[in-house]
């Protein structure tokens, strides 16, 4: 069947590359296009659908908290706030948790928190942000600033200032993170953009380790890899570490948008009525269906699900590593995969779209899955034929 490709409106700033075809509903983890044609997602709106699509408590959980208050402010206390934030300290490291509306701002804000209980126990001096090497954070001033992208950074310079990237080397690291300067460290315990690069536990422990000698912070962006995508509720559990700030946002609020960022009473003490704010963080609506989809994925059976069926992927991924020449590597967890083709990965998303399968890249040369954590050993025997049919 032909590819609609819909009128392109001139009112839209065209700041992404859109694929041609008007998607217009969804079920599971199928899409469909306005010319009725089916594609097996394996972007789930880049790590927000968790849930897949049509999902039937998600659109009950919606039309319950739209009978509720949408906005009133956050001058104003509202349950479904809350609860949620009392449901993600029970359920995390965390004693505190500041709501935003996305990952860049959850990102941004955890970086004024920690500057400010910096400030607070070694005075202005200290300040800087180190991030590391392929990490992505968000496209505002100051999380494009700790964003290893030159092609994102350089046509906004002045960024802002304080931040660094740093090899993901420990003696580098160990160099860089100076007590006296030095606020915070930012990682991706996997880095999703940069290419789907699982950090090496003992790393991520000796920087756990090193930053907690120095009384550095360590904040974990677990905006993509995070609430459940690699089999765990966080991702941090992979790896025996726990981060003292972390944020959060994608699947949070079933694609209604949403940030979060979390941390301990220690650095929660240092920030004060005044000091930072936005107006939607947290309403009641969103809110209240960020507080259903958290029960979703922080559902055991759900977990276990998205553990079992990742690792049959991840073997089926290294045997078609092994028998098809254009498939360099393979690596992930849960359903968080990168593979490094030989093909430019854009030129293999566009022929996996015109035969039904829906992917992203994670660099020129990465073809990353992400598909629904909902999704069955069936649909995703489905999507990886289809894959391989791309691959050529
Ligand atoms: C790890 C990570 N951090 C931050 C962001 C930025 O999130 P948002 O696009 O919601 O601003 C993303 C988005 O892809 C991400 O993957």
Known sequence: MATVTAPVTDALLPVYKRAPMELVRGQGVILFDADGKEYVD?????????????????????????????HVSNLFRTAPGEALAERLVELSFADRVFFCNSGAEANEGA???????????GGPARNEIVALRGSFHGRLFASLAATDRP??????????????????????????????????????????????RVLDTDFVQALRRMTKERGIALIFDEIQCGLGRTGTLFAHEQFGVRP????LAKPLAGGLPMG??????EIASAVQPGDHGTTF??????????????????????LSHVTTEGRWLGEVLQALKTRNPKIRAARGMGMMWGIDVSDPAADVVARARSSGLLLVTAGEHTLRLLPPLIITREELARGLELMEAALG
Not at 42 to 62: C, H, M, Q
Not at 111 to 121: E, L, M, N, P
Not at 153 to 165: C, N, T, V, W, Y
Not at 244 to 247: A, E, G, I, L, W
Request: proline share 5%; aromatic share 6%.
């Open 42 to 70: 394996f972007t789930s709106g880049i790590a927000v659908n968790a849930l897949g699509y049509g999902d039937e408590g998600l659109r009950r959980a919606i039309e319950r908290a739209a009978d509720g208050l949408i």
């Open 111 to 121: 970086f004024k928190f920690v500057r400010r209980w910096a400030r607070s126990i």
């Open 151 to 196: 092609g994102y950074r350089a046509p906004f310079r002045p960024l802002a200032g304080g931040i660094a990237i740093a090899e993901r080397h420990l003696d580098e690291l160990a160099a860089l993170l100076n007590p006296e300067s030095v606020a915070a460290l930012i990682l991706e315990p996997i880095q999703g953009e940069g290419g789907v």
């Open 244 to 247: 003292d700030v972390m944020t």
């Open 260 to 265: 979060a960022v979390l941390m301990t009473e």
């Open 281 to 302: 963080g947290g309403g009641p609506l969103v809110a209240a269906v960020a507080l259903y989809v958290l029960g979703r994925l922080a559902d055991p059976a759900l």
